[in-house]
């Protein structure tokens, strides 16, 4: 079947595509533009792993629609460190040994992400919570809270 | 995934017309959190979807100061829902369903309307709005009309929609003053986790008294469909609110739920949470209603 239109910014570039209709947002992003941080997990909004923000919410990208997406502005974990300086999140990610595989870290960074864009003075609480829809099957929770919670720590300390 | 044609209408008029056109080989979509999983299951296969998400007016949330009416968009999320400060003082049953669906990412994508529509036993955002005794606008090709929601469901994913028709609006009639309510999903995990049992109750109170006027004591997984439990209802009303009377309720509703075995859980124990949390949500509904009444 044909394919129709996209107009849509990603990680702060504009794109005009063509895509099949029935491409998920992850396909798209992995397989048409090689930006392969969103990981394929369970691929039926479960694991989070393909977790990416929409207009500064995280979204599933494998249950996404690249269509659903027209107009709105993607961020991936590819988007995220700002002039070759990481985002203060990755950062944390790794003082903090966060990450052990790496396959969810993707997801928890921007589902992290989109939680102190709403919220930067989230406690421990409300991170757990946010997190909770992802898994990580190295079990490395209790890491990847600290690392999360440092980062509301420190934002609180600059101010 | 099965190959698709995606169609953007933007009026209920052209999504209906447009759903007419194709037949039965076109479907709605809305956030997309079950009908594209279903599409890349195989199990739904349209040759047309529908998005609903770009038509005016449908996502908003308003509540009619004068009146008192609460009118939920069919496409608002679970997220917006989860976030309405409305919703967390003046319907916070609503609040303690919603806030526990899927995960953040679905909640920001999955809306209210496809919770409904989706008719699974389960559907944590149907039964809230049962003990609230909400009613659906409903909008096809014949024009708009409305249902109860109770009786919207007639079996795992049925509902009395017919082909082509949207929900459009859930219609949250006023609340009497004394009015408490509370819901409360019973399962083993926090995040992605379909309820053993889901429990809500509302109570109103007669003025000066802890006397029953109005009970609604709504399960999910209790049935086939989202049900009323009508004799514990009955029981309560007139009676003394007390975890004595609440007790009995609970014991009432077990009886009445058609609760069975699953994986998920068996149907003996189903019963026993029936009846132990139909009486922890009676007594949050009187500890609501006195926090309303110390505002």
Known sequence: MNKQSLEIIINGEKYSLAVEPNRTLLEMLRDDLELTGAKEGCGEGVCGSCTVLMDGKPVRSCLTLALEASGSHVTTVEGLAQHGELDPLQQSFIDHGAVQCGFCTSGMLMGAKGLLLENPHAGAKEIRNSLSGHICRCTGYTKIVEAVESVVESSKEKR | ?295
């Not at chain 2, 809305?30 to 996502?59: F, N, R």
């Not at chain 2, 149907?126 to 708009?144: C, K, Q, V």
């Not at chain 2, 124990?269 to 209603?289: F, N, P, S, T």
């Open chain 2, 1 to 295: 995934m099965k190959k698709f044609k995606y169609l953007i209408p933007k009026t209920l008029d052209e999504a209906v017309s447009l759903h007419q056109s194709h037949g039965g080989s076109a479907m709605y979509v809305a956030g997309g959190t079950d009908v594209i999983v279903k599409i890349t299951s195989g199990k739904l296969a349209p040759d047309y979807l529908i998005s609903l998400k770009h038509i005016d007016g449908q996502s908003q949330l308003e509540l009619n100061t004068e009146t008192g009416v609460f009118c939920i968009g069919g496409l608002v999320t679970h997220r917006t829902l989860e976030m309405s400060s409305v919703i967390r003082l003046q319907y916070p049953i609503i609040h303690d369903a919603v806030q526990r669906i899927g995960s953040t990412q679905i909640r920001n994508v999955a809306t209210i309307g496809g919770n409904l529509v989706n008719a699974v036993p389960s559907a944590d955002g149907a039964i809230p709005l049962i003990a609230l005794d909400a009613r659906l606008n409903i909008y096809g090709s014949t024009g708009e009309r409305s249902v109860d929601l109770i009786h919207f469901f007639q079996g795992p994913g049925q509902t009395v929609l017919d082909r082509g028709e949207i929900v459009t609006k859930i219609i949250v009639p006023k609340q009497s003053k004394r009015t408490g309510a509370a819901y409360q999903k019973f399962g083993r995990r926090a995040a992605m986790e379909l309820p053993l049992i889901g429990v809500g109750v509302l109570i109103i109170l007669e003025e000066g008294s802890n006397r029953c006027a109005k009970a609604r004591i709504a399960l999910g997984v209790a049935a086939p469909t989202p049900i009323r439990t009508l004799s514990a209802e009955r029981y309560l009303v007139g009676r003394e609110i007390t975890e004595d009377t609440l007790n009995e309720a609970g014991k009432l509703a077990a009886e009445e739920s058609r609760v069975r075995d699953s994986v998920r859980g068996l149907a003996w124990y189903r019963r026993e949470m029936v009846a132990v949390l139909v009486q922890r949500m009676g007594m949050k509904c009187l500890q609501r209603i006195k926090e309303s009444e110390g505002r």
